[in-house]
Nanobody, 114 residues
Framework: QVQLVESGGGLVQAGGSLRLSCASS????????MGWYRQAPGKQRELVAT???????NYADSVKGRFTISRDNAKNMVYLQMDSLKPEDTAVYYC????????WGQGTQVTVSS
C-alpha cells in the first residue's frame, strides 16, 4: 500500500484560495480512486472530492464550482484546488487512496477566517 503525505494547508481569508497536495510513495496510476475528505471540529468526516482512474470526478454539493481535484500520474501527486473559500471550509483535510484497502494521509489543517 502507498503512503500519503498532504501539504498546502494554512490560514486564508474568506474568498481566498489554497491548493492542497497529496504525495504518494508509489505509483498512483493503478490506484482505483483517490480523493479528499475533511473533518471540522465536532463534526463527522465528510467526503469532499474523488477522482477515479478513469478520470471521473465527484464533489460534495457544498464545494461544487469552487474546488477542483486533479492528479499528476508522472509525479504521483493528487491536488485539491480550493477557490472562493468560506469559513465553513475550515477543517482538517485528509487525502485517501483506494487500493485493496483505503489508505489515509495524516491530514493538513485549513483555516478560513471571516
Amino acid at each position: 500500500q502507498v503512503q500519503l503525505v498532504e501539504s498546502g494547508g494554512g490560514l486564508v481569508q474568506a474568498g481566498g484560495s489554497l491548493r492542497l497536495s497529496c504525495a504518494s510513495s508509489g505509483s498512483i496510476f493503478i490506484i482505483n480512486a483517490m480523493g479528499w475528505y475533511r473533518q471540522a471540529p465536532g463534526k463527522q468526516r465528510e467526503l469532499v472530492a474523488t477522482l477515479n482512474r478513469g478520470g471521473n470526478t465527484n464533489y460534495a454539493d457544498s464545494v461544487k464550482g469552487r474546488f477542483t481535484i486533479s492528479r499528476d500520474n508522472a509525479k504521483n501527486m493528487v491536488y485539491l484546488q480550493m477557490d472562493s473559500l468560506k469559513p465553513e471550509d475550515t477543517a482538517v483535510y485528509y487525502c485517501f487512496a483506494d487500493q485493496s484497502i483505503r489508505t489515509w494521509g495524516q491530514g493538513t489543517q485549513v483555516t478560513v477566517s471571516s
